[in-house]
């Protein structure tokens, strides 16, 4: 489970990049209808059904005055069912569907392969219809790690509350907890692990793909590989003045690279509102290491809260995973299906041949829609849970 700093940052580097560049060669070339601000080289598919994913802005009140300065108006993209314009009586469950880091919500869209592959599904009988929520994460640091604090911001509230009371009242949804699910994919992997740990009123099944981030432990300076050098000092002269000087600040919730991973864990995980510029604590601050830094860290790893959540993982009524062979991820996600087995947690965990980015919009299209149709109820039902808070 140990890990160091600096193997961290190059892995979920190169995972965010590589996921960049799978992604960008699989997209036609730029159009003038794609939406501004997607990524340099995304676009829509050309042929997919008009008017099959509305994109709009959710103001988050609980992401207003996060220290890092993001907007609290999210864009978020929406995908309804073929029969939704035409079936006015309808009712529909929802799937939230958390990107991974490094890219944002628009660009998932491709990932997943929504709206066609999703489409094709649903007209093959494969898939039932359902509204997929694609939520924007990307921050200042390029992800929010689905996390609360008062640098990031509380996305966790966000993401459970105001996200599922926006959607429930504005789209014609089955709005139980019995026909809610939540997925996602690496940082959105954990994000699901996460939020269903802690929210398991609002979901009642899960599917994490390729999750990130399941154990989290800083060591100190020589320790294993050793620990990454501390750039907090070069970080804090580029955000002098906001956004304008830097590699590693991105502007307007967009841009930037993938180097940023471990401030934005740090924004996440050790907030320090008193520490302007960065309002963080690092594990190492000029080459001097901090237990209790690196101990917060540690507590939000999946692998270590595990055993306080039990109970919430066993009133889901569906839980599944997957991950690579290929995968760097592939050894902490064994450990966590081998933990959620040893607490008797129900659960199905798969792996496949490949790396953390070459078969996402295939899993997605042949596990995670299927999952979803046959685990979430199509069908008003009356809930013994109490719906999402406004």
Known sequence: MKSTLSLRVAIMAGLSAGLAGWLFSQTPAPQAEAQKGAPKGFAPDPNARPNAVEHIKVHGKSLEGNLLGDSPDRDVFVYLPPSYQTNRNQ?????????????NAEAYLAAFGIPTRVDKDIAAGTSKEMILVNPDAFNKYNGSMYSSSPTNGDWETF?????VAYIDSHYRTLATRESRGLGGHSMGGYGTWRL?????????SIYAMSSCCLMNNPQPPGAGRGAAAPAAAKQ???????DKGGKGAAKGGRGGGFGNVQFAEAAAWSSNPKKPPL?????????KFNPAVAAKWVANSPLAM??????????L??????VGLQ??????????????????????????EGDHTNHVKDRFEQKVLPFFTANLSFAPVKSHTKPAKP
Not at 159 to 163: G, H, M, P
Not at 317 to 322: R, S, T
């Open 91 to 103: 009712r529909y469950p929802v799937v939230y569907l958390l990107h991974g880091y490094g890219l």
């Open 159 to 163: 993401i459970t509350q105001e996200l």
């Open 196 to 204: 269903a740990m802690k929210y398991p009123q609002v979901y009642s």
């Open 236 to 242: 804090a002269a580029a955000d002098k003045g906001g």
């Open 279 to 287: 309002f963080f604590d690092q594990p190492t601050e000029d080459g």
């Open 306 to 315: 595990v055993d306080q959540y039990l109970g919430s993982l066993k009133t």
């Open 317 to 322: 009524k569906a839980i599944a995973m997957d």
């Open 327 to 352: 995968d760097t991820l592939a050894g902490s996600n064994q450990q966590f299906d081998a933990i959620l087995t040893q607490f008797d947690i129900a659960h199905t965990y798969e792996t496949y």
